[in-house]
């Protein structure tokens, strides 16, 4: 009986993982970008220790890889928000300084003038550094992430000028994973790995003045927390059950 309690209380243990990666999802629907990960898998690995020479215990694997799939694209109008184009994501300095990507598009410019992302990570151009613009300057932005300024307050006919250009890679051949701070890495490599500059006609694009949506499914993802939540109560079960008869085989054995 034993065996099938450590069994199901070591599923327990690991499906924090999947329910972890599924409340962030739903936490994330309406987020610019946002994109989901594969659902946690499953390893064996074999327990240690005297009395678990024949166990082996489920332990959820940490890879998060990223599915690209593209969300809804969404016109704003709004002279800052940008859609990056198929596999296309943008160079941002993540919470520790070093480069990450990230797919989220609704830029702002700080009080300092710094072009960042929607919940404040810094936007790099293509030297590796951040993007200012002067203050009271009018901003667009080109599909090929190229940032211009305009003195709006000049008279007469005026020039934008080019600031800097967005640092867009294209990670269609690579795979991402998240960071703990939300953005992406190039999977397998240390933080801060950048992707290969793409040439030719490969060229990262992006679309100006839209957003896109997160490809978070809201209905799948509450199904799957569903059956989550389902799966934790059988195995809290199994447990109840396991004890209760290994205290009636107990109580047998003091009868007979």
Do not use: C, W
């Amino acid at each position: 009986m034993d065996r099938l309690a450590f069994n199901a209380s070591a599923a327990i243990t690991e499906s924090r993982t999947a329910i972890h990666m599924t409340n962030n999802e739903l936490a994330n629907v309406s987020t610019p970008g946002f994109k989901r990960s594969f659902e946690a898998a499953m390893a064996g690995i074999k327990a240690e220790g005297a009395g678990f020479a024949s166990r082996v215990q489920p332990q959820a694997l940490s890879v998060d890889n990223i599915i690209m799939t593209p969300g809804t694209m969404m016109a704003t109008g709004q002279d800052l928000d940008i859609a990056m184009n198929d596999a296309a994501v943008l160079g941002v300095t993540g919470a520790d300084g070093t480069l990450a990507f990230t797919r989220r598009g609704d830029l702002r410019l700080s009080d300092k003038g710094v072009l960042e992302i929607g919940n404040g990570y810094i936007v790099r151009g293509q030297s590796g550094g951040p993007i200012t613009i002067p203050p009271g300057f009018k901003t667009t932005i080109n599909g090929d992430g190229s940032v211009y300024a305009q003195n709006p307050t000049q008279t007469g006919p005026t020039a934008s000028v080019l600031i800097d250009r967005l640092l867009l890679r294209d990670s269609s051949e690579v795979k991402l994973e998240r960071r703990v701070d939300s953005l992406f890495k190039v999977a397998g490599k240390e933080l801060g790995a950048d992707i290969p500059a793409s040439t030719g006609k490969n060229l990262p694009s992006v679309s100006p003045k839209m957003l896109e949506g997160s490809n978070v499914n809201a209905l799948s993802v509450m199904v799957r927390l569903m059956d989550l939540s389902r799966t934790f109560e059988q195995n809290v079960n199994v447990i109840k059950e396991s004890k209760n008869a290994d205290e009636s085989g107990a109580t047998m054995m003091r009868n007979s």
